[in-house]
């Protein structure tokens, strides 16, 4: 049954209908009893497979074809109708070509399937923040991993009421050719179009394509910003929370940082750290600050490492009615297990792609290194209670890091919004940590944008330093690097719960209570003013930890001015006048 008479939305599906040939169309109205019969339907077909249920409630596992596991960067694309508005970074295809090619792909590509239609939001529904879009898609897989990650349904509808103002969204698995799967997106009609993939972070339109690629282009033209950022509270003990945002690229360590929980000494004097988002960040001027909210409902968060020292609250948050893509099931109690979970692998198992399995002898992991959970939001035992608030938290502090084994510093301040813009487009993160003492190789990606920005990087950046004159007090900027080691290439900073630390600093320099060092590069804790108390860390480590190596940050420069050459014209002003002031004082 149709939800909506909008015909817009009718005259949208009926078009994609004509091109997939799907033998029916269903609406997901969001509630709970059709969830289910998908659910039994894919249990059914072997789609899903029905875990544990006194363990898991709730709780599914999925294996997705062994050839679509990850997000495929070199077949996605921003199409919009000028290459130039797509940037250096981006890969780009005429909409003309693209549309045109991959309706060939689509061409009767759902017939003998079912074509769903999920109205989902971005934001809580009804909010000044939120963004609609529908998904058609002839996967249940999708549609019920957007239930998790997205608000869905009809109040959804009901909020599009009769206009055209929502993200359309077309997944078709068709055979899941790799050679032909193609994540597009067309920025200029609000279209994202993607095929021959079922793997989340292709095929969830929500999150990286609208949330990021397509809302980056929304923010830079209504005056707000769409990031690669977690959120989190710090809950001081007479009870007030400041709120950061931090944008890392993948492998640093985001969600577990998004979801940390605090040293003892700080735990039992009463501090508490708070998760409003573990990914995304949508952040918009208001009463003079910026304010953020986390548009997604749920985590799709990388199983391996993840465990109950690493991040007991991401674990707590896939107790119940969560989907689980690509780990390993034991089959001794129907549970799930992966690399790094604990020190004792199932025997009598199946690996990601469903062959036996014992992890006492195995010499190869069981789960996909990029094997996921899908889980609620509320599920997790630190969630914010901010989380559903329509207005967003105030963000004081933005952090960027990466991963760097010399370069970076432990944490410093960049010295005005502007220099904060600059850091964060010099981001990188070293590719592997290479043999003892080896120095890797840095990848940059700007704010962690690098594969997510919806146009082109350098108007990106001048939207950035724009948005200083919407907000009379912006976060302070800091960067972050956790991943200093020593000359045997081993980890000098603990990590993990001990990284609020530095959270404390952070906080402590945005209320102006603390003095720092002023550097070439910004301005480093002074000695004495990270608390090591209970750290295991000792003031030598930390000096080392804060040393900024000039013949290295020389190197850097050059780096850097590579990279920026890549952006011609488009490349604020301002950024090569910091890039400069940074060269000079080296
Ligand atoms: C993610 C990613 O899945 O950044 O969040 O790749
Ligand atoms: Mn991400």
Redesign the pocket.
Known sequence: MQLTSNKHVLSWIDECAALTAPDSVVWIDGSEAQLASLRAEAVATGELITLNQEKMPGCYLHRSDPTDVA?VEDRTFICSRSKRDAGPTNNWKSPDEMYAMMKSIYAGAMAGRVMYVIPYSMGVVGSPFAKYGIELTDSIYVVLSMAIMTRIGKSVLAQIGDGADFIKGLHAKANLDPERRYIAHFPEDNTIWSVNSGY??NVLLG??CFALRMASVLGRDQGWMAE?MLILGVEAPNGETKYVAAAFP?ACG?TNLAMLIPPEGYEKAGWKVWCVGD?IAWLRPKNGMLYAVNPEYGF?G?APGTNVKSNPNAIAATAKNAIFTNVVQNLDDNTVWWEGLDKNPPENALDWRGNPWNGKTAGTPGAHPNS?FTAPAVNCPCISPEFENPDGVPISAIIFGGRRAKTAPLVYQSRDWTHGVFVGSIMGSETTAAAAGAVGVARRDPM?ML??CGYDMGDYWAHWIDMASKVENPPQIFNVNWFRTDDDGKFIWPGYGENFRVLEWILKRCSGQLDAVDSAIGYLPLPGDVNLDGSGVDSATLETLLNVDKALWRDEVSGIEEFYAKFGDTLPKALSAELAKLSAAL
Do not use: E, M, Y
Request: aromatic share 14%.
């Open positions: 997000r989340g972070g999150k990286k690669h993948s985001k990914d799709f990388v996921r962690a594969p997510f």
